[in-house]
């Protein structure tokens, strides 16, 4: 059950996932049937994705795409390329979709997707091929209103704007078949940076309820790719100080404050922050346990767990990735008898998912929303959102992570018994 990364002990995310879903069907008083149907999935498509390397030579990946459940509406969900992808992890990662978009209240189910490749180790070419190949073995299970992929860790634009390409030759142009795509093929404006600012947007919310601004807190992000660098940039601009913060490349700390500017730009000269002059370089290892007021884990599943949950000393952490907090870092009450608040990935990260809504109703609409409204729709959702949720914790009086997972799981429990798919 335990997986050793570099420096993770956790639980393999599926268990995890699981754990929390069966709390809240407790919680919920759900009957056994009922919750058998919720946490079994649609559909599960594994493929092997063979393509000729630069050189000439053939390499096989596995690909995935998990349809975890469609009772609200087609499935939604990014698709990740990562050396660490496991049919398990997809699973988790597809599970955790459907409550998120219960969560966030989009007409969507859940879904994800994933090749096992290191993606930095692939040419643009090779990474097009696979893409490529990806799609023409899903085509026939993912549609504008069955399932719509979107991009995660290691997928971009440029993914989607493929996957949309050999999707169409199949069944004729389909914007609307992916989301997060280049605004210059449908992509909606706002997409790139939504899940960074859902994530500023539900820091505010948490912060205000104990009379705090983002401008009086100090920040510490581990990932600084698309979510990461979003998130540091939007608390940056708000007054917050980012005093440390992590990618693969390495780790780096100010206590004043990083210039998250400057590292943004040089992280896209770099390929990465390690070589910033503007701070401190520090083991990447003790950034999860840096001194702030928030955390904000933006990177893999499973880092704060059993190991390094009681040198956390950060007040608040917000989940930025998908699972980051393990069950045994959470329950065996480590982190809440220390006072650390978590606001649970179903909320937090749910910005991206809703600006890819919004992305996919514009497309069907055939008509472009200004920036300035995606941004604010963007902020309606996420305070409701989080109202939602408190109201949640209130009823049944439970934590935040509970109070979101009753909140989606009670939604798309109500659309199944409603479509008579309970038996
Ligand atoms: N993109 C989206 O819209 C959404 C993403 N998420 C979740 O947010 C998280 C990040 O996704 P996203 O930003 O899109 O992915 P990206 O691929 O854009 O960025 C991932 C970042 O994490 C870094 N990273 C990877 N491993 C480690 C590690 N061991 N320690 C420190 N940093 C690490 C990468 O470093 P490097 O670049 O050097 O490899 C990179 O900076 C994931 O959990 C994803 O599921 C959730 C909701 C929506
Ligand atoms: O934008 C989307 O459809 C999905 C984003 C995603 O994969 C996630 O929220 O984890």
Redesign the pocket.
């Known amino acids: 059950m335990l997986c050793r990364g570099t420096s993770r002990v956790n639980m393999n995310a599926l268990v995890a996932t699981s754990r929390n879903f069966k709390q809240a069907a407790k919680i919920l008083g759900l009957d056994s049937k009922l919750e058998r149907s919720l946490l079994i999935p649609f559909r599960e498509i594994k493929v092997e994705c063979t393509i000729p390397k630069d050189d000439g030579t053939l390499a096989s990946f596995v690909g995935f795409r998990v349809q975890h459940d469609n009772a609200r509406g087609p499935m939604k969900g990014?698709i990740?390329y990562h050396p660490e992808v496991d049919p398990d992890e997809v699973n988790a990662l597809a599970q955790l979709m459907t409550w998120k978009t219960a969560v966030a209240n989009i007409p969507y189910g859940g879904a994800k997707g994933g090749i096992g490749c290191a993606p930095?180790e692939l040419s643009v070419s090779e990474l097009e091929r696979l893409t490529r190949v990806f799609t023409q073995k899903i085509h026939d299970l993912i549609g504008i209103h069955t399932d719509v992929p979107a991009?995660?860790?290691?997928t971009n634009p440029q993914t989607m704007a493929w996957i949309l390409d050999e999707y169409s030759k199949f069944h004729g142009y389909s914007p609307a078949v992916v989301t997060g795509k280049p605004v210059d093929l449908g992509g909606s404006l706002g997409r790139d940076a939504a899940?960074g600012r859902g994530v500023l947007f539900a820091t505010e919310a948490l912060l205000a309820e104990h009379g705090k601004n983002i401008s009086d807190q100090r920040f510490v992000i581990?990932?600084?790719?698309?979510?990461?660098s979003w998130a540091a940039q939007l608390i940056s601009e708000g007054g917050g100080k980012v005093v440390a913060v992590?990618?693969?490349?390495g780790a780096v700390k100010n206590r004043s404050g990083l210039d998250i500017e400057r590292l943004v730009k040089h992280s896209i000269e770099n390929r990465?922050i390690k070589g910033f002059s503007g701070g401190d370089s520090i083991d990447?290892n003790s950034l999860l346990t840096e001194e702030c007021d928030v955390l904000i884990p933006?990177?893999?599943?499973g880092v704060i767990n059993r190991e390094n949950a009681n040198d956390i000393r950060a007040k608040y952490i917000i989940e930025?990735?998908?699972h980051p907090t393990d069950p045994e870092a959470d329950e065996v009450n480590i982190l809440s008898k220390k006072g650390v608040l978590i606001l649970p990935d179903i909320l937090a990260?749910s910005g991206?998912?809703t600006v890819s809504y919004f992305e996919w109703v514009q497309n069907i609409q055939g008509f472009m929303w200004d920036e300035e409204k995606v941004n604010s729709e963007l902020k309606k959702y996420m305070v409701k959102g989080f109202k939602d949720v408190k109201k949640m914790c209130k009823t049944h009086n439970s934590d935040l992570r509970m109070g979101a997972f009753t909140l989606g799981v009670n939604r798309v429990a109500r659309a199944t018994v409603l479509r008579g798919w309970e038996a």
């Open positions: 990014g990740r930095g991009p995660d860790m290691g899940t581990q990932g600084f790719g698309n979510v990461g992590s990618d693969v490349s990465g990447s933006a990177a893999l599943g930025a990735a998908n990260n991206g998912v």
